[in-house]
């Protein structure tokens, strides 16, 4: 694929809703490609997340805090345009990065991040234009407790549907108010069609509800949407 062509699908991906993604997704035999509900935007007006996924693996792991996390710095500097950095490892309690190393990620072309944990600094994250999904926020730094392990791996993430939802490099991810899916990269392509496909097809059904017709007339000329 080329650069060009992963833009433009991650922009078109950007005028889709992840629930019409979901429901291609099941017609795919593909049920369970849901994140936890636990994933949640911050700031909250975070707004949607679409990219490919670079994974960032990492665990709880005691070490000084007077000499930062080398590998952590490593992994975000691998990271590319267009990418969302999937960050993966037991770290309860902890935020595995903030606004500066999210500055970084940015810097680096990254649009977004989905994170099995926590994030700090959201009062300054808010002026960034840079969407964070995770699953909590607290201020305690993840320096000499947490540390990055391997990044550009296959990992996993907690699952709305069942226990966890595998994530590999090159996967596509998409997030808005309803929560974030993680879509396998060989069915990305028919996801985004079909799922655009849907989006028509419900704008038409707004546009003839606000000009008057019933919804149970809308059912009967569109079907079940």
Same mark, same amino acid.
């Given at each position: 694929?080329?650069?060009?062509?992963?833009?433009?699908?991650? +922009? +078109?991906?950007?005028?889709?809703? !992840?629930?019409?993604?979901?429901?291609?997704?099941?017609?795919?035999? &593909?049920?369970?490609?849901?994140?936890?509900?636990?994933?949640?935007?911050?700031?909250?007006?975070?707004?949607? &997340? $679409?990219?490919?996924?670079?994974?960032?693996?990492?665990?709880?792991?005691?070490?000084?805090?007077?000499?930062?996390? !080398? %590998?952590?710095? !490593?992994?975000?500097?691998? &990271?590319? /345009?267009?990418?969302? $950095?999937?960050?993966?490892?037991?770290?309860?309690?902890?935020a595995f990065f903030g606004e500066l190393i999210a500055i970084g990620m940015k810097e680096r072309g990254c649009v977004g991040a989905v994170v099995d944990g926590g994030v700090r600094d959201l009062g300054w994250l808010r002026g960034l234009g840079f969407p964070v999904y995770a699953r909590y926020r607290t201020p305690v730094q993840s320096i000499g407790r947490w540390k990055v392990t391997a990044w550009d791996v296959p990992v =996993?993430?907690?699952?709305?549907?069942? +226990?966890?939802?595998?994530?590999?490099?090159?996967?596509?991810? #998409?997030?808005?108010?309803?929560?974030?899916?993680?879509? /396998?990269? =060989?069915? $990305?392509? %028919?996801?985004?069609?079909?799922?655009?496909?849907?989006?028509?097809? %419900? +704008?038409?059904?707004?546009?003839?509800?606000?000009?008057? #017709?019933? &919804?149970?007339?809308?059912?009967?000329?569109?079907?079940?949407?």
């Open positions: 694929m080329t650069p060009e062509t992963a833009t433009e699908i991650r +922009r +078109r991906f950007l005028e889709v809703d !992840a629930s019409n993604a979901a429901d291609v997704l099941d017609s795919l035999g &593909l049920p369970d490609q849901g994140l936890h509900p636990s994933f949640a935007p911050f700031p909250a007006q975070a707004g949607k &997340l $679409a990219g490919w996924a670079f994974t960032i693996k990492g665990q709880m792991s005691p070490f000084p805090q007077d000499g930062g996390d !080398a %590998e952590k710095m !490593a992994a975000c500097a691998a &990271l590319g /345009p267009g990418s969302v $950095a999937i960050w993966s490892g037991g770290g309860d309690g902890v =996993s993430l907690p699952g709305a549907t069942k +226990r966890n939802v595998a994530v590999a490099p090159g996967d596509f991810i #998409l997030a808005d108010d309803d929560g974030a899916l993680v879509i /396998p990269a =060989s069915v $990305a392509g %028919e996801v985004l069609e079909r799922a655009e496909k849907i989006g028509q097809r %419900e +704008r038409a059904i707004r546009d003839d509800l606000a000009s008057g #017709l019933s &919804l149970s007339n809308a059912l009967t000329k569109y079907g079940h949407v």
